[in-house]
């Protein structure tokens, strides 16, 4: 029953491109046909519950039965087996190849909902899971120049990972509109490739805030010997701790953290940035973003990547935000840049993979390697991309017309 099930459902999800299955019971199918530009994937089931697993949810099922080692692939490899699903399917065209079905989605929406709460000790919890699982998986990942665990921005004439992140730091810079002698918050740190940029070639005094202990003690360090301990402090504080401390600040940027708010707690954030922000000051958020209206956070991101996180639509962040009397200056779209960072990310995991396994093990391996194809795959073919908006409280904070953001 779930074998026919499967088969239905690989005939309508896979025109372009080839993906072989060969069935537990030794049985082999095709599907698809050979087009310019997409994979050609080979599986193999090793029990007969597979078939089953995708069908209740195809994006928990078949992650799941590929952690375990259920779902092997013997042509290909993981990055291209999501992309050949995704490009059958792209968000444009209105098609979702991986939903789960009806049951399932109801129990996830339930799930979902319960898990928006992400109060101070729940957002600590949360952000443990994924950012304090060990700095040596983000140094084989990352870029060794600004550790940037977040979307970089690729204009034309950048190659590399590391030229990337250093040109989404100077983006960002500019949109902040500085100058020297600032004072800084940076909502979510991470390891403090921010905060050093900032202090170093703008001569501003910024002040970090992170939940991961890992990233907090790595962030000190890299400040220390980047030479600007002076000018960078970094804690290990909630925002709405910091909002309450009464403290101001005139530039706020938080790049990569608002994912992990919790819808619920969209008003509580930007409540507590407007409180924090000086009256003539400048905001610049930088989140992934939905492109289409609000949704869910589905099963797997859910269970093993990002528990409590979610993906807003940028309706719901202005919406949220307006309630504050914070103008969106600017808002820019970025659609595929964090598809091409977090491929790079992928070839640097790939090229540590004996590494990555003696930190953990190959289940570990198998399940963050699907985790970014599944991400990389989503911003060029699914319904994500990243969205910058500047936010300022008095409308003569920046220049009238946009050509600052075009210097340097």
């Given at each position: 029953?779930?074998?026919?099930?499967?088969?239905?459902?690989?005939?309508?999800?896979?025109?372009?491109?080839?993906?072989?299955?060969?069935?537990?019971?030794?049985?082999?199918?095709?599907?698809?046909?050979?087009?310019?530009?997409?994979?050609?994937?080979?599986?193999?089931?090793?029990?007969n519950a597979v078939p089953r697993d995708i069908i209740l949810d195809p994006r928990l099922g078949a992650a799941e039965a590929f952690i375990d080692g259920r779902l092997l692939i013997e042509e290909g490899d993981v990055m291209g087996l999501v992309g050949l699903l995704r490009m059958n399917g792209p968000w444009e065209r209105g098609n979702d190849n991986l939903r789960p079905g009806v049951l399932k989605r109801f129990i996830n929406t339930a799930a979902f909902a319960a898990e928006q709460i992400n109060n101070r000790v729940g957002s600590k919890k949360n952000?443990?899971?994924?950012?304090?699982?060990?700095?040596?998986?983000?140094?084989?990942?990352?870029?060794?120049?600004?550790?940037?665990?977040?979307?970089?921005?690729?204009?034309?004439?950048?190659?590399?990972?590391?030229?990337?992140?250093?040109?989404?730091?100077?983006?960002?810079?500019?949109?902040?509109?500085?100058?020297?002698?600032?004072?800084?918050?940076?909502?979510?740190?991470?390891?403090?490739?921010?905060?050093?940029?900032?202090?170093?070639?703008?001569?501003?005094?910024?002040?970090?805030?992170?939940?991961?202990?890992?990233?907090?003690?790595?962030?000190?360090?890299?400040?220390?010997?980047?030479?600007?301990?002076?000018?960078?402090?970094?804690?290990?504080?909630?925002?709405?701790?910091?909002?309450?401390?009464?403290?101001?600040?005139?530039?706020?940027?938080?790049?990569?953290?608002?994912?992990?708010?919790?819808?619920?707690?969209?008003?509580?954030?930007?409540?507590?940035?407007?409180?924090?922000?000086?009256?003539?000051?400048?905001?610049?958020?930088?989140?992934?973003?939905?492109?289409?209206?609000?949704?869910?956070?589905?099963?797997?991101?859910?269970?093993?990547?990002?528990?409590?996180?979610?993906?807003?639509?940028?309706?719901?962040?202005?919406?949220?935000?307006?309630?504050?009397?914070?103008?969106?200056?600017?808002?820019?779209?970025?659609?595929?840049?964090?598809?091409?960072?977090?491929?790079?990310?992928?070839?640097?995991?790939?090229?540590?993979?004996?590494?990555?396994?003696?930190?953990?093990?190959?289940?570990?391996?198998?399940?963050?390697?699907?985790?970014?194809?599944?991400?990389?795959?989503?911003?060029?073919?699914?319904?994500?991309?990243?969205?910058?908006?500047?936010?300022?409280?008095?409308?003569?904070?920046?220049?009238?017309?946009?050509?600052?953001?075009?210097?340097?």
């Amino acid at each position: 029953m779930s074998k026919s099930l499967l088969d239905r459902f690989l005939s309508r999800a896979v025109k372009q491109g080839r993906l072989g299955i060969v069935f537990a019971d030794g049985s082999a199918s095709t599907y698809g046909a050979s087009a310019e530009g997409f994979p050609e994937i080979v599986l193999r089931f090793t029990d007969n519950a597979v078939p089953r697993d995708i069908i209740l949810d195809p994006r928990l099922g078949a992650a799941e039965a590929f952690i375990d080692g259920r779902l092997l692939i013997e042509e290909g490899d993981v990055m291209g087996l999501v992309g050949l699903l995704r490009m059958n399917g792209p968000w444009e065209r209105g098609n979702d190849n991986l939903r789960p079905g009806v049951l399932k989605r109801f129990i996830n929406t339930a799930a979902f909902a319960a898990e928006q709460i992400n109060n101070r000790v729940g957002s600590k919890k949360n952000v443990a899971h994924h950012y304090d699982i060990g700095n040596d998986l983000y140094a084989l990942m990352l870029d060794a120049e600004h550790w940037q665990y977040s979307c970089g921005y690729w204009p034309e004439g950048v190659t590399t990972l590391g030229g990337a992140q250093e040109a989404k730091l100077k983006h960002i810079a500019r949109k902040l509109h500085l100058s020297p002698g600032q004072d800084v918050l940076d909502i979510g740190c991470g390891w403090g490739g921010m905060a050093i940029h900032l202090a170093k070639n703008h001569n501003v005094h910024v002040t970090g805030i992170t939940l991961s202990e890992e990233q907090a003690a790595l962030a000190r360090q890299r400040v220390q010997a980047a030479g600007v301990a002076d000018r960078v402090t970094i804690l290990l504080e909630d925002y709405r701790d910091t909002a309450a401390s009464g403290r101001r600040f005139d530039r706020i940027v938080s790049v990569g953290m608002f994912e992990h708010v919790g819808r619920a707690q969209f008003e509580t954030f930007f409540e507590a940035c407007a409180r924090m922000l000086a009256d003539d000051g400048v905001m610049l958020l930088h989140t992934i973003g939905r492109f289409g209206e609000p949704g869910t956070t589905d099963a797997f991101t859910r269970k093993y990547v990002f528990p409590g996180g979610y993906i807003p639509a940028l309706s719901e962040t202005v919406a949220a935000s307006e309630k504050f009397r914070l103008i969106a200056a600017d808002v820019e779209t970025l659609r595929l840049h964090y598809a091409r960072t977090i491929r790079a990310w992928y070839a640097n995991c790939m090229e540590h993979k004996d590494k990555i396994i003696a930190l953990y093990d190959e289940k570990f391996f198998r399940m963050w390697t699907f985790y970014l194809a599944g991400a990389a795959t989503v911003f060029e073919h699914g319904g994500m991309g990243n969205y910058q908006i500047q936010y300022i409280r008095s409308r003569h904070a920046v220049p009238i017309t946009r050509d600052y953001l075009l210097k340097g």
